[in-house]
Every structure is written in C-alpha cells, then in structure tokens.
C-alpha cells in the first residue's frame, strides 16, 4: 500500500501562511534537522498520576487540554536567536478561533522533554537535547524559576522523569568524552545530585518508568556507526541499577532513539540516526514488541517503512483502539505520519504533513495533536478514531518547532 498523497491542500497552506506568528521583526524558524532529532515521547513516562489533593493550582477546566513544546525565535533583521517555551490552550484556541499562547522567551536553549511534576501541577522540567539546559518552570507565573545542570564532564540528552513519590528527578546524561550512559537522580526540591546509576549503554535519550516504578527502560542511541556501541533498550532496576534486559537491534543502521510503553507493556521504539550516518539515510522506521511477544523492526509495506527516512521522531499511543502514532519530518516527500496497531505489529494508516514534529492526544482522547511546518509551524488535530483529517480541519499557527509536543491538564488563564 502506497502511502496518501498530502492531506493538507493548497487552502489549507494558505491559511496557515495566513496566521503566521510575525511580531516586531520576530519570526518563527524552521525546524532544523538538530530540532528534530531523537524523542513527546508523546506523554512524560512516569507511572505516578498527580495527586489532585497536593496540586498548588488547579487551573482552568480543559476539554482537549494545554499543548507545551520547546521553540525558536529569530529576529530577521538581526539575525538573533531566541529559545522559548510554548504553552497553549487548545480548548480556549478552537473557542476563540485565535491561538492562546503564552511565551517564555530567553530561557537559553531549545526544550526537548517536558516533565510533569506530580506534586504540583504548574511546575514541569525541561531538558535540552546534547547540552547543559536544564530548568524547572512556573506555568502559572510564566516563567523559569530554576536552572539545573548536568553533572561535570556530561550533558543532559533531553528526557527525564519524576520518581512515583515525586521526591526525585531522574535524566538522562552522557559522558561528552566517552559516551558512556547514566541515569543521574537528583532531590526534587533543590535539584542536587543524590545518587546515580548506568544506563547499561552509550548516549542514553529516552525513558520510561514501569512497574510502579521499580523499572526504567532506555534508549541507548549506542556510539559511532564505525566501531561504537550497540544501540539498545535496557530495562532497569531502579534501586540497584542492575540490567534487567537488554534489547539490541537488528541492523547497525538503527538508533534507538524515542521509546513509548502501554500500561499493559508493549513496547514502541523509534529509529533515529546513527553517529556517522548521513540524517537523509537513516533508517527511520519503527519497532514494535507486544507484551510477551517478539521485538520486530516494521519493514511492511515497504512503500511506507522506504518513506519513514532520517528518523522517527515522536510517538504517542492510542489505547482506545491499540494504535501507535509516528512522526517523520523528513518522510517521503515533505514529511509523514504513519499509525500502527502495537499489539498485531500491523500497518494501519498513514498521512502526509508537512515535516510533522510532535504528537500526542487531547485529554479526552478524541484528538491526535500534530506539530508541524517548515516555514509556518503549526498544530493539527487529526481524529484519533479515524486518523484522518476532518472536512474542516482545526488547524492553527504556534511556536512549535521544537521535537515534541506535550499536553497538560492545566491552565492558568491568559
């Protein structure tokens, strides 16, 4: 099965040309092969739901909830390049037919993971993909309240989690030497470091815990293509930092870049490019393992896996109907969404976009939220049921050129 040919016609461009988010010099810049490298994760993974009893603010009611994503400003007359972070009220964007964004500009590098704080609703951390950004922020107040950094000698590769407790932050890091991987725990409430443990690979990226959080797994990116290590999933002890299982690849083409788990633990693994290998070349395709089942690399209908190039960038699940999203910003032609059923490791859809970024699902589960654009970035809700674009799309300008897209169950109001 060929994959469709574009969703959005030339109508739809023109609107989103249309509501391009230009103000006194500022544009929005496209996204660079950097900004889409490996991650979403469509949801922050820990297994802990918030306790609605210790959130310091409840916020507005959402319906479809707040989109939160990383960004990048330019100035075109100067040239400079500013980083923001994006939170936006989707339902208060449809209501009002105007985007209802709030920016924090300036906070000095491009977010990549977004974390929830179990404890306190209008607090996330964000982590900079290959580099020293780390802070905590303030939604309720807009702004960044606190900056963390790597231990000495690493960076931080973007994603993290909260323990089930909320009482500790977990990141990845990496030592910019050696590659090698570890999981570094820091107190939730200062931000030291107390302890940390290996990821069992080289250039760990993602995680998730499970199992109540007695579990982590990770990617492990692995190290250069001539003579590095072998990428890998690891499953964790979260207590003793022992290996649990190690999951290798296939094909040394394969990095394992972005991973997603269901409640029930199937797995979803996306491929993003290897140390050393052209971006245009990379196998970005995706690899499935139902719960006590087989880890496979999807290779069927080839007329889609052969479109999947450079990398497959974010994931998000649909447990309603066992469907794995996928994004490739450098899909064939111009970018492409493939969906697939995680339990029978079956093709089911896919859709063309223009290089889609982040996905995730509105808080009531009727909507896959897409970023996307080159040019003009922008956001589109694809039905979750049908995976298609309604007749008249909900589509809308924002900054978010960033990797991932996330959705909160709060807002503070403009």
Request: proline share 5%.
């Given at each position: 099965m060929k994959p469709k040919k574009p969703a959005i016609?030339?109508?739809?461009?023109?609107?989103l040309q249309s509501t391009a988010l230009v103000a006194g010099g500022i544009i929005l810049a496209s996204c660079a092969p950097e900004d889409a490298g490996p991650r979403i994760t469509a949801e922050p993974k820990p297994d802990a739901k918030p306790d609605e009893n210790k959130k310091a603010e409840s916020g507005e009611k959402l319906t479809y909830g707040a989109l939160m994503c990383g960004g990048r400003l330019i100035?075109?007359?100067?040239?400079?390049?500013?980083?923001?972070?994006?939170?936006?009220?989707?339902?208060?964007?449809?209501?009002?037919?105007?985007?209802?964004?709030?920016?924090?500009?300036d906070i000095g590098f491009l977010a990549h993971g977004v974390i929830k704080n179990p404890n306190a609703n209008h607090k996330i951390l964000v982590f900079e993909k290959k580099g020293e950004g780390g802070a905590e922020i303030d939604l309720k107040d807009n702004k960044l309240t606190?900056?963390?950094?790597?231990?000495?000698?690493?960076?931080?590769?973007?994603?993290?989690?909260?323990?089930?407790?909320?009482?500790?932050?977990?990141?990845?890091?990496?030592?910019?030497?050696t590659y090698i991987g570890k999981m570094t725990v820091r107190d939730a409430e200062d931000f030291s470091v107390v302890g940390e443990f290996p990821?069992?690979?080289?250039?760990?990226?993602?995680?998730?815990?499970?199992?109540?959080?007695?579990?982590?797994?990770?990617?492990?990116?692995?190290?250069?293509?001539?003579?590095?290590?072998?990428?890998?999933?690891?499953?964790?002890?979260?207590?003793?930092?022992?290996?649990i299982e190690k999951i290798e690849f296939n094909s040394?083409?394969?990095?394992?870049?972005?991973?997603?788990?269901?409640?029930?633990?199937?797995?979803?693994?996306?491929?993003?490019?290897?140390?050393?290998?052209?971006?245009?070349?990379?196998?970005?395709?995706?690899s499935l393992r139902p719960k006590d089942g087989k880890f496979k690399t999807m290779v069927t209908p080839a007329a889609v896996t052969s479109a999947m190039k450079g990398e497959t960038l974010s994931l998000c699940l649909n447990t309603a109907n066992?469907?794995?999203?996928?994004?490739?910003?450098?899909?064939?032609?111009?970018?492409?969404?493939?969906?697939?059923?995680?339990?029978?490791?079956?093709?089911?859809?896919?859709l063309e976009l223009e290089q889609p970024r982040g996905v995730a699902m509105t808080l009531d589960g009727s909507y896959?939220?897409?970023?996307?654009?080159?040019?003009?970035?922008?956001v589109?809700?694809?039905?979750?049921?049908?995976?298609?674009?309604?007749?008249?799309?909900?589509?809308?300008?924002?900054?978010?050129?960033?990797?991932?897209?996330?959705?909160?169950?709060?807002?503070?109001?403009?």
């Amino acid at each position: 099965m060929k994959p469709k040919k574009p969703a959005i016609n030339r109508a739809r461009r023109q609107f989103l040309q249309s509501t391009a988010l230009v103000a006194g010099g500022i544009i929005l810049a496209s996204c660079a092969p950097e900004d889409a490298g490996p991650r979403i994760t469509a949801e922050p993974k820990p297994d802990a739901k918030p306790d609605e009893n210790k959130k310091a603010e409840s916020g507005e009611k959402l319906t479809y909830g707040a989109l939160m994503c990383g960004g990048r400003l330019i100035n075109t007359e100067t040239n400079e390049e500013r980083f923001v972070f994006t939170q936006l009220s989707i339902d208060q964007t449809i209501k009002d037919k105007g985007a209802k964004q709030k920016l924090i500009t300036d906070i000095g590098f491009l977010a990549h993971g977004v974390i929830k704080n179990p404890n306190a609703n209008h607090k996330i951390l964000v982590f900079e993909k290959k580099g020293e950004g780390g802070a905590e922020i303030d939604l309720k107040d807009n702004k960044l309240t606190t900056r963390i950094k790597p231990s000495k000698g690493c960076a931080f590769y973007g994603h993290g989690a909260y323990s089930v407790d909320g009482k500790l932050v977990y990141a990845t890091e990496y030592d910019e030497q050696t590659y090698i991987g570890k999981m570094t725990v820091r107190d939730a409430e200062d931000f030291s470091v107390v302890g940390e443990f290996p990821t069992h690979g080289e250039w760990p990226h993602d995680c998730q815990f499970i199992d109540e959080g007695k579990t982590v797994a990770v990617t492990n990116g692995g190290g250069n293509i001539e003579g590095g290590a072998i990428p890998n999933v690891s499953y964790i002890e979260v207590s003793t930092g022992e290996l649990i299982e190690k999951i290798e690849f296939n094909s040394e083409l394969i990095n394992a870049g972005h991973l997603i788990i269901s409640p029930n633990g199937d797995l979803g693994v996306g491929h993003a490019m290897r140390e050393g290998l052209d971006t245009r070349e990379a196998m970005g395709a995706l690899s499935l393992r139902p719960k006590d089942g087989k880890f496979k690399t999807m290779v069927t209908p080839a007329a889609v896996t052969s479109a999947m190039k450079g990398e497959t960038l974010s994931l998000c699940l649909n447990t309603a109907n066992r469907t794995i999203a996928a994004t490739n910003p450098y899909g064939s032609p111009n970018g492409i969404v493939t969906f697939w059923n995680y339990e029978t490791q079956k093709y089911v859809s896919s859709l063309e976009l223009e290089q889609p970024r982040g996905v995730a699902m509105t808080l009531d589960g009727s909507y896959w939220i897409i970023t996307f654009g080159k040019d003009t970035p922008g956001v589109v809700l694809v039905s979750a049921e049908t995976n298609k674009l309604g007749d008249e799309p909900i589509m809308f300008a924002a900054s978010s050129q960033g990797s991932h897209v996330y959705v909160h169950d709060y807002w503070a109001g403009a």
